[in-house]
């Protein structure tokens, strides 16, 4: 059975291997698609994209951006301000996503590879390659294909890492930062990032210093949270609440409802007053907004692209649930990470809403993806007969 399958790094057999040449299937597949995106969207520069064009208009007249919020946005602000100063077009943006795209492909195959087999990575990759909506953002001038690449980077490094010395600590909070000020979202990936280094590199150490550690980095990551959620500009916590939007900038109602709000509703206390006072709305809203987010499917979309969201993404989730046994049994902290990682992300839908285009869900794909691999190297075992 699945839950038999060992998960420490480098122990699975290399299995069946792709057809010689894999890897240049691979990358024929990578540049198929991006030929497919520029040919099918060209320079997307509308939407979200003009907020990031103005931000950088501003930084190069003003020095600053327009609200506090655009911080939290620094990275992709700064590529285009870039641009516009070296004169070099949004087409330099877009190739610099590109290239982090490539990498953050190339360190995913590595990643798979290192947990299953070459070829349970082989089929993951080009899966994600495959997967459009995941791939779209590299010809849109947003922040999600930079956000996307330096998540799977991020994780690259910090699985690599073999012991905690003060470079790969300030390496790592350099990296967490950099996802900070590319999407606030980024926030969202130090609790799992803390759990861990604290299981792989703290067992020797005192419970004392364990209890220091502990509530240094909860405090740290409570701050820039709180940081983040009272950045202000066009970012209001109630607002989704009063309206009582399942996806973001979609209200249901045309009337705000009478909630209890705290003087100071955008912080983490401010959350917790409404969570405490407004307990029945929340938990339906939670229900609805947790069914968008995985349900994944929309109204506004075509019968054919529900069906293919649902073919794309759906079995990979299954595979994750039935895979969950082995990540238990094998105490791994990587499932422990990406599992803290995914519900931290989705609890964050449930406290404002989902994306009308699924980015959200987006963003934690690639860790469904790894979590699904004991259930792949189970079957690749089971009906591959030159697997060992």
């Known amino acids: 059975m699945p839950g038999n399958a060992s998960l420490s790094i480098s122990n699975f057999p290399a299995g069946v291997k792709p057809a010689l040449g894999g890897s240049y299937i691979l990358i024929a597949a990578w540049v198929?698609?991006?030929?497919?995106?520029?040919?099918?969207?060209?320079?997307?520069?509308?939407?979200?994209?003009?907020?990031?064009?103005?931000?950088?208009?501003?930084?190069?007249?003003?020095?600053?951006?327009?609200t506090p919020n655009f911080w939290l946005y620094s990275t992709q602000i700064f590529l285009i301000a870039a641009a516009f100063k070296l004169k070099t077009g949004y087409v330099s943006v877009v190739i610099v996503q590109l290239i982090f795209n490539a990498l953050a492909t190339t360190a995913f195959f590595k990643l798979c590879k290192k947990l299953s087999s070459t070829?349970?990575?082989?089929?993951?990759?080009?899966?994600?390659?495959?997967?459009?909506?995941?791939?779209?953002?590299?010809?849109?001038?947003?922040?999600?294909?930079?956000?996307?690449?330096?998540?799977?980077?991020?994780?690259?490094?910090?699985?690599?890492?073999?012991?905690?010395?003060w470079k790969?600590?300030?390496?790592?909070?350099?990296?967490?930062?950099?996802?900070?000020?590319?999407?606030?979202?980024?926030?969202?990936?130090?609790p799992g990032t803390i759990l861990y280094l604290f299981f792989n590199f703290f067992k020797r150490f005192s419970v004392l210093l364990k209890t220091v550690a502990l509530i240094i980095c909860s405090i740290l990551f409570l701050f820039l949270l709180n940081t983040a959620i009272g950045s202000g500009g066009e970012l209001d916590f109630m607002l989704p609440f009063q309206d009582e939007r399942i996806i973001c900038g979609v209200p249901t109602l045309d009337h705000f409802v009478n909630i209890k709000m705290a003087d100071n509703p955008n912080s983490i206390y401010g959350l917790l007053y409404y969570l405490y006072y407004n307990s029945e709305q929340f938990f339906r809203l939670a229900i609805e907004r947790s069914y968008a987010f995985w349900g994944l499917t929309r109204s506004h979309y075509s019968k054919s692209h529900n069906l293919y969201l649902i073919v794309l993404f759906f079995p990979f989730i299954a595979m994750m649930l039935l895979s969950m046994y082995s990540w238990i049994k094998a105490k791994s902290s990587i499932a422990l990470f990406s599992i803290c990682t995914i519900s931290i992300t989705w609890f964050s839908v449930i406290m404002s809403c989902d994306d009308w285009h699924n980015r959200f869900f987006l963003t934690i794909l690639p860790y469904i993806y790894i979590l699904s691999i004991p259930i792949l190297n189970y079957l690749f075992k089971k009906f591959s007969p030159n697997v060992k």
């Open 168 to 190: 790969t600590v300030i390496c790592t909070f350099l990296f967490l930062l950099l996802l900070c000020v590319t999407r606030p979202s980024g926030v969202l990936w130090i």
């Open 119 to 165: 070829t349970v990575a082989f089929w993951l990759t080009l899966v994600l390659i495959c997967a459009f909506p995941y791939q779209t953002y590299n010809v849109y001038l947003q922040t999600e294909s930079l956000f996307f690449s330096f998540c799977i980077l991020f994780t690259y490094y910090l699985f690599s890492i073999r012991q905690l010395t």
């Open 32 to 66: 198929g698609m991006q030929c497919l995106l520029f040919w099918r969207f060209g320079i997307f520069t509308e939407l979200e994209s003009v907020k990031y064009i103005t931000e950088a208009n501003n930084i190069l007249q003003n020095g600053t951006v327009s």
